[in-house]
């Protein structure tokens, strides 16, 4: 089905800079992302969206879209977050549009760079689409707005066709689930459903109810510092203790080299000086196992080293980020057949892989509420390479209604 307002919105949302800020320590990270809600929540109540609120507390906004049957159908809830990644730049997204793909190189602006069918050949899927790219100098933002744009062009059409019958429907937009802190506050209770879906997915038919177990490590080298004419015996370089501890992690288990199922050790950062070095990592695997077996090995081999240097130099600072929200959706594989069956119906192949990243579903899982994932259909994301489909994501909102009839069917 072809949604009228759909492309506009999702524009008008990208436009928005809403990235996160790992540094901060309010809720939500930025002020921007505090904006962009009030301007969701404006749109919402615009709609004819019910009981439109903003929390406080956790940064949701969230609303309701009545039921239109009195038949009995558990509640829906549909999550999107409202921040864009923190890791590349998104001042001034000015997205391009491109109607009828040729197949063919697609110029990002002026930037001198290109999407090129020979580097990513996931272009072919997407010949005669309409196609909405970056111009090569910031990401693109489709993780999420596309998710955002979906859930409110459903919102927007579900209140439009009344006779579709349907149960009682939350939508939801939180902050920062890009830095990984956007769903710890969230609020099962205020959002009153039976299961949700987050739409937050990538390309045309995911569904993903595996994710990693995650954990961010923080290692820190202490040195000393001497002149180096006289050092011998005496310095101790922090920044060659840092060389040595990632030199420590397997190779081949790094995320360049892993795919599906197999997870990794990934180094996000690496600062020092003789004095001192600083080591930033991330920690990720699907079995259970295999994470706990991870998170000691970083333990043992700054053990060892501090065992040679026959001091303490090497401190490992460890916190667990989620879990493999399976543990959880093992017990309610109901909601995955019915997202099954709904794409079905709309003609979509499911695409059932684990999540190779995070999600807001994870946590909400672990809170009490199961959380799948849908797919919005970014590809490329978090990058100037990011670009989007407008079938699939018309596609993707085909699949949210048709969600929602057949729950109430």
Same mark, same amino acid.
Do not use: C
């Given at each position: 089905?072809?949604?009228?307002?759909?492309?506009?919105?999702?524009?008008?949302?990208?436009? &928005?800079?809403?990235?996160?800020?790992?540094? +901060?320590?309010?809720?939500?990270?930025?002020?921007?992302?505090?904006?962009?809600?009030?301007?969701?929540?404006?749109?919402?109540?615009?709609?004819?969206?019910?009981?439109?609120?903003?929390?406080?507390?956790?940064?949701?906004?969230?609303?309701?879209?009545?039921?239109?049957?009195?038949?009995?159908?558990?509640?829906?809830?549909?999550?999107?977050?409202?921040?864009?990644?923190?890791?590349?730049?998104?001042?001034?997204?000015?997205?391009?549009?491109?109607?009828?793909?040729?197949?063919?190189?697609? %110029?990002?602006?002026? +930037?001198?760079?290109?999407?090129?069918?020979?580097?990513?050949?996931?272009?072919?899927?997407?010949?005669?689409?309409?196609?909405?790219?970056?111009?090569?100098?910031?990401?693109?933002? +489709?993780?999420?707005?596309?998710?955002?744009?979906?859930?409110?062009?459903?919102?927007?059409?579900?209140?439009?066709?009344? /006779?579709?019958?349907? #149960?009682?429907?939350?939508?939801?937009?939180?902050?920062?689930?890009?830095? #990984?802190?956007?769903?710890?506050?969230?609020?099962?209770?205020?959002?009153?459903?039976? *299961?949700?879906?987050?739409?937050?997915?990538?390309?045309?038919?995911?569904?993903?109810?595996?994710? *990693?177990?995650?954990? /961010?490590?923080?290692?820190?080298?202490? #040195?000393?510092? &001497?002149?180096? #004419?006289?050092?011998?015996?005496?310095?101790?370089?922090?920044?060659?203790?840092?060389?040595?501890?990632?030199?420590?992690?397997?190779?081949?288990?790094?995320?360049?080299?892993?795919?599906?199922?197999?997870?990794?050790?990934?180094?996000?950062?690496?600062?020092?000086?003789?004095?001192?070095?600083?080591?930033?990592?991330?920690?990720?695997?699907?079995?259970?196992?295999? *994470?706990?077996?991870?998170?000691?090995? !970083?333990?043992?081999?700054?053990?060892?080293?501090?065992?040679?240097?026959?001091?303490?130099?090497?401190?490992?600072? !460890?916190?667990?980020?989620?879990?493999?929200?399976?543990?959880?959706?093992?017990?309610?594989?109901?909601?995955?057949?019915?997202?099954?069956?709904? !794409?079905?119906?709309?003609?979509? /192949?499911?695409?059932?892989?684990?999540?190779?990243?995070?999600?807001?579903?994870?946590?909400?899982?672990?809170?009490?509420? %199961?959380?799948?994932?849908? *797919?919005?259909?970014?590809?490329?994301?978090?990058?100037?390479?990011?670009?989007?489909?407008?079938? &699939?994501?018309?596609?993707? &909102?085909?699949?949210?209604?048709?969600?929602?009839?057949?729950?109430?069917?």
């Amino acid at each position: 089905m072809t949604y009228e307002r759909l492309l506009d919105r999702f524009i008008g949302y990208v436009k &928005v800079d809403t990235q996160s800020d790992p540094g +901060s320590a309010t809720t939500p990270s930025t002020p921007s992302q505090v904006e962009f809600a009030h301007k969701l929540a404006d749109e919402m109540r615009a709609l004819g969206v019910r009981d439109v609120h903003y929390l406080e507390h956790n940064g949701y906004v969230v609303g309701t879209i009545p039921a239109t049957t009195d038949r009995p159908a558990p509640k829906i809830g549909f999550i999107a977050h409202m921040d864009t990644a923190s890791d590349f730049s998104a001042d001034g997204v000015a997205p391009q549009i491109v109607r009828d793909y040729d197949g063919g190189v697609i %110029p990002l602006g002026a +930037s001198g760079f290109a999407l090129d069918p020979a580097e990513f050949p996931s272009l072919a899927s997407y010949v005669g689409q309409t196609l909405i790219t970056t111009d090569g100098t910031t990401l693109l933002g +489709s993780d999420d707005k596309s998710g955002d744009a979906e859930i409110m062009t459903m919102a927007e059409h579900l209140l439009a066709h009344p /006779e579709i019958e349907h #149960g009682e429907i939350r939508i939801g937009f939180g902050p920062d689930e890009e830095i #990984g802190t956007g769903a710890d506050k969230f609020d099962v209770a205020d959002f009153d459903v039976d *299961f949700a879906f987050t739409v937050d997915g990538g390309p045309l038919g995911e569904l993903q109810y595996e994710s *990693f177990s995650a954990a /961010e490590a923080i290692v820190d080298f202490l #040195g000393k510092a &001497v002149h180096p #004419g006289t050092a011998k015996g005496q310095m101790v370089n922090a920044s060659n203790l840092a060389i040595e501890f990632h030199n420590a992690l397997p190779a081949a288990d790094r995320p360049e080299k892993t795919e599906g199922r197999e997870g990794f050790w990934h180094l996000l950062a690496l600062t020092g000086v003789v004095d001192h070095a600083q080591s930033h990592y991330i920690i990720r695997d699907h079995d259970d196992a295999e *994470f706990a077996r991870r998170k000691q090995s !970083m333990l043992d081999i700054a053990a060892a080293m501090n065992a040679e240097l026959g001091q303490e130099r090497v401190t490992v600072t !460890m916190h667990d980020q989620y879990y493999n929200m399976a543990t959880v959706l093992k017990d309610h594989m109901h909601i995955i057949e019915l997202a099954k069956a709904a !794409m079905a119906r709309v003609g979509v /192949e499911p695409v059932i892989t684990p999540i190779r990243g995070g999600t807001d579903g994870s946590k909400i899982s672990f809170l009490g509420l %199961p959380t799948p994932n849908l *797919f919005a259909g970014g590809e490329n994301m978090h990058s100037r390479f990011e670009y989007v489909s407008l079938q &699939v994501m018309e596609q993707a &909102v085909d699949v949210l209604v048709e969600i929602v009839r057949l729950n109430a069917s």
